[in-house]
């Protein structure tokens, strides 16, 4: 189409072929990703600031009777993965290992996956990513996938946290009030018990107990607390993973013979993590603890072969691993459950 101007006459000249078709339909498949944002803007009733054209990347499949939904809630490069990886290793071997595998020896891109299992009669949202205080760096998308997936905060009736980091907790509440308006929740006690003690403060964990206060503590009267082997849902199990943090749980799904683990931040890269699993990561907090968890969860994954999601593994963060070496290789989902 070319506009031409001559006065206060508009002279349209349309030139139809087959550039000009293959661009109006790529306006047309726009045009819905826009109004549904619009459609949120408008709708949200909380503080969220919402500037992105796109919703964010969702995956969706059938574990059993279980609908599974991950949500990209974010990712972003955080470089010199020697800092955070391996940390009792040198310099090199990381960045060989990492090349090994055809990634970069100097950044890595870290990106989050809160997982809704929708099992008929509950829907559940397992962790809840960065929230408010990621939006200003991409991140805290979480409400938005959910949103493109076909649920609403309201829609949720459980939320599962896995563990008390900020990435996992920061969107529990929204503008001061709790995000997911008629859940209730379940997490680890130990986990929980750790935060909230008034000894983190002046200790390096201070940081985090601060955030728990704010954003776990205020839904303590809605809060069911389990450990090893106590149960969610029938279906749903908790598992003690504990190393990352000082009471971490992973969680085993099952629906009609089809199993599935939230391992949560056993493992935080798919190649340093699960192909070194004794190598030392900044963030875990026991890390000889960590380490031990790693192998025995791992151990059990690839044994039973069963799939698995991990926060942190490449979106869409589900896939296998089998044993390689002292280690494990991480094996992408295709179309298992898919057939």
């Given amino acids: 189409m070319r506009i031409e101007w001559a006065g206060q006459e508009e002279t349209t000249m349309i030139e139809i072929n087959r550039r000009l078709l293959l661009g109006g339909a790529g306006l047309a498949l726009a045009a819905p990703s826009l109004m549904t944002r619009a459609a949120i803007a408008q709708g ?147 986990e929980y018990d750790f935060w909230v003690d008034p000894a983190r403060a002046g200790t390096p964990a201070e940081g985090g107990h601060k955030g728990v206060l704010a954003n776990v503590k205020p839904l303590a009267e809605k809060m069911t607390f389990i450990g090893d082997g106590g149960d969610v849902v029938g279906g749903i199990t908790g598992m003690a993973a504990f190393g990352h943090s000082p009471g971490h749980m992973i969680y085993r799904l099952e629906s009609e013979g089809r199993q599935l683990v939230l391992a949560a931040d056993t493992a935080n890269h798919f190649v340093l993590s699960l192909q070194r699993p004794e190598w030392e990561v900044k963030f875990d907090m026991d890390k000889a603890a960590a380490a031990e968890t790693r192998k025995r969860v791992f151990d059990m994954i690839a044994t039973d072969k069963l799939a698995f999601i991990g926060y942190h593994m490449p979106f869409p963060a589900v896939g296998y691993v089998e044993k390689l070496d002292t280690g494990y290789r991480y094996v992408p989902k295709s179309y298992q459950f898919d057939i």
């Fill in 44 to 190: 949200a009733d909380t503080a969220m600031s919402i500037d992105h054209a796109m919703p964010p990347e969702t995956h969706r499949f059938k574990l059993g009777n279980f609908e599974v939904v991950v949500v990209k809630d974010g990712a972003r490069a955080s470089g010199k993965p020697q800092e955070t990886f391996g940390t009792n290793q040198t310099p090199e071997a990381i960045g060989e290992l990492l090349e090994a595998n055809f990634l970069p020896a100097e950044n890595f891109v870290n990106s989050f996956a809160p997982v809704l299992v929708n099992t008929g009669s509950e829907v559940i949202l397992f962790d809840t990513g960065l929230g408010e205080g990621g939006r200003a760096n991409g991140l805290g998308r979480l409400v938005e996938g959910l949103t493109a997936a076909g649920y609403k905060r309201e829609d949720v009736t459980i939320v599962v946290i896995t563990h008390m980091h900020g990435d996992h907790i920061g969107g529990l509440m929204e503008g001061g009030k709790p995000a997911f308006p008629n859940a209730r929740y379940v997490t680890g006690q130990a």
